[in-house]
């Protein structure tokens, strides 16, 4: 499987401000996992308002990282939660919860090299 993340919109964002950029990904990765956590979490409780709101609050991080696919579940997600039912995003939130462990793991290479 090849990369997942493109960093090229936060390179332009910050001007290529290497300890800027490995700043906003500590940070990412502080936060990432309970954010991703409540997306399931919601899913579990059949908590539409909750997912739509987890999906919604996690696609500015998807579009700084230059993730697509993450970016377009989390599209579906949201739209899908204001149908009521969260239950029909379980597969979605189950990729996503997948493709954030593989941006996590390919972030903190970034951050190691």
Not at 23 to 44: G, H
Not at 55 to 72: D, S, V
């Amino acid at each position: 499987m090849g990369s997942s993340v493109d960093l090229s919109y936060l390179e332009r964002l910050f001007k290529g401000d290497r300890t800027r950029i490995h700043a906003w990904i500590r940070i990412y990765l502080e936060e990432a996992p309970a954010q991703f956590q409540r997306l399931t979490d919601a899913v579990a409780r059949n908590d539409a308002e909750a997912l739509a709101h987890g999906a919604h609050e996690l696609r500015p991080q998807a579009h700084y990282l230059g993730t697509p696919r993450m970016l377009e579940l989390l599209v579906a997600v949201s739209e899908m939660a204001r149908t009521g039912d969260a239950s029909t995003c379980r597969a979605d939130v189950a990729e996503l919860v997948a493709l954030g462990e593989g941006v996590d793991a390919e972030l903190r290479e970034v951050l190691a090299a």
